[in-house]
Each structure stands twice: as C-alpha cells, then as structure tokens.
C-alpha cells in the first residue's frame, strides 16, 4: 500500500528556514510528478512546487528564490527546502505523487508550518 509520510514541520520566526521531508514506500519516484501543495489557514490547498521524473521543477510565484524541492531517489524521498520564511507561508504542508497515465494521485497527511514572531 502506498503512503506518503511528510515530516519537518514546525514552529519559526519570519525570516528562518525549515525543510521538509516525504518518505514514500511503495512508489518510485521516477515514474511520477512528485509536488507539495499547502493549505493556509481558512483557505484552499494550493500548489507549492513540483519535480517531474526528468527533474524539471516548477514553483508558484510566491516561493520562488525561497524554497527548493529536490528528490533522492536512492532513499525514495523529497525535500523542501523552505528559506527566508513569511507569516504568509503558514499553512499544512503536503506531498503529492501522481502519474496520469496509471491515474494515480496519492496524499500524505501532511505537516504544520507556522511561522510567526
């Protein structure tokens, strides 16, 4: 069974970093887009970042020059690295796995960030 299992959340001062982790079992990320999205408080998920198999990545406006996401495909995990954070980043973090031919999308649980004086 697949699971996405994030993990690196937390608590921060505007301005500091946090990088986030997904563990997956079950996948290989070389055959899927890989993504996190967020939810910010009251609001609706959104996308944060994406990788695709052949690396290429995308990010929303808002985090572009501040956060990173990569992919260690030898531990079956990705990252976001998360620099000079905003109140505004505050939300549930969460990784996504998909792949359009095989319609599968899968969804951790996602992680809190907060980040607040």
């Known amino acids: 069974q697949v699971q996405l299992v994030e993990s690196g959340g937390g608590f921060v001062q505007p301005g500091g970093s946090l990088r986030l982790s997904c563990a997956a079992s079950?996948?290989?990320?070389?055959?899927?887009?890989m993504g996190w999205y967020r939810r910010p408080p009251g609001k609706q998920r959104e996308l944060v970042a994406t990788?695709?198999?052949?690396?290429?990545?995308n990010y929303v406006d808002s985090v572009k020059g501040r956060f990173t996401i990569s992919t260690d495909n030898n531990k079956n995990t990705m990252y976001l690295q998360m620099d000079i954070l905003k109140p505004e980043d505050t939300a549930v973090y969460y990784c996504?796995?998909?792949?359009?031919?095989?319609?599968?999308?899968?969804w951790g649980q996602g992680t809190h960030v907060t980040v607040s004086s």
């Open positions: 079950d996948i290989r990320f070389k055959f899927y887009t």
């Open positions: 990788i695709t198999r052949l690396s290429t990545t």
């Open positions: 996504n796995a998909r792949n359009d031919f095989y319609g599968h999308n899968y």
